[in-house]
């Protein structure tokens, strides 16, 4: 059952121009989002987040925007450099109050992100 | 360097081997979390760990156990390696039992052969 998902595997784009990256998600106790960004042979170091009650994050070029309606978010990033060229995942987390769930984070299948000078 | 530090790097074995992978969590985290990337697959979460004690359990095989010392550091054991086993396994920390934010190590690529 994937509960967030990154349906396309890749996306090409020119220097300078907008680079928007899309994820899905089915579960409704999602309280809080995460993009995450992977060079190879590195970690995952953390991009930007959006709380559920918010549908936009802003930090630099890097924008985040939530439809909790749709159970979309995507991630902008204008304008688009070579060094942003990476695996971009799409995470969200259950935050489950006396539960067992506290922070984990499902993570999408990732977006390779091919930025070309 | 994240502060989350993952041993070994690398390290390949043979089918039906018991190995053992370590986190060191970044100074004043409380929670450990370990994650599996295999080939074409997204992160799958593992396993957690707060403080010592096992806070959440996902996808993690019979044969996979993992545990979280006194000094904060874990210890991810897999044994009866197989084939498929071969993958990235990440292991992340955070400071609250909440998370947010996790830092991630670097990663430990094991190769079963």
């Known amino acids: 059952d994937q509960q967030v998902k990154q349906n396309s595997p890749s996306l090409s784009v020119q220097e300078g121009r907008i680079s928007i990256l899309n994820c899905d998600y089915t579960?409704?106790?999602?309280?809080?989002f995460l993009w995450y960004k992977k060079y190879p042979a590195e970690g995952p170091t953390f991009l930007i987040s959006?709380?559920?009650?918010?549908d936009k994050n802003e930090d630099g070029r890097f924008t985040v925007f939530l439809n909790k309606s749709a159970k979309h978010l995507s991630l902008h990033i204008v304008p688009s450099q070579p060094g942003d060229s990476a695996v971009y995942f799409c995470?969200?987390?259950?935050?489950?109050?006396?539960?067992?769930?506290?922070?984990?984070?499902?993570f999408g299948q990732g977006t390779i992100l091919t930025v070309h000078p | 360097d994240s502060g989350v530090t993952q041993t070994p790097k690398h390290l390949i074995t043979a089918t039906g081997q018991r190995v053992t992978l370590r986190c060191s969590p970044r100074?004043?985290?409380?929670?450990v979390y370990w994650y599996q990337q295999s080939l074409d697959q997204g992160l799958q979460f593992l396993i957690q760990y707060y403080n010592g004690e096992e806070r959440a359990k996902g996808n993690i095989l019979e044969r996979f156990s993992a545990q979280q010392f006194p000094d904060l550091h874990s210890e991810l054991n897999l044994s009866s390696l197989e084939l498929g086993d071969s993958a990235l396994y990440f292991c992340?920390?955070?400071?609250?039992?909440?998370?947010?934010?996790?830092?991630f190590g670097s990663g430990t690529r094991l190769t079963v052969v």
């Open positions: 959006i709380s559920s009650i918010k």
């Open positions: 579960n409704s106790m999602f309280d809080y």
């Open positions: 995470a969200a987390r259950t935050f489950s109050a006396g539960g067992t769930s506290y922070g984990k984070l499902t």
């Open positions: 100074s004043g985290d409380l929670s």
């Open positions: 992340a920390s955070s400071p609250t039992r909440q998370g947010g934010g996790y830092t």
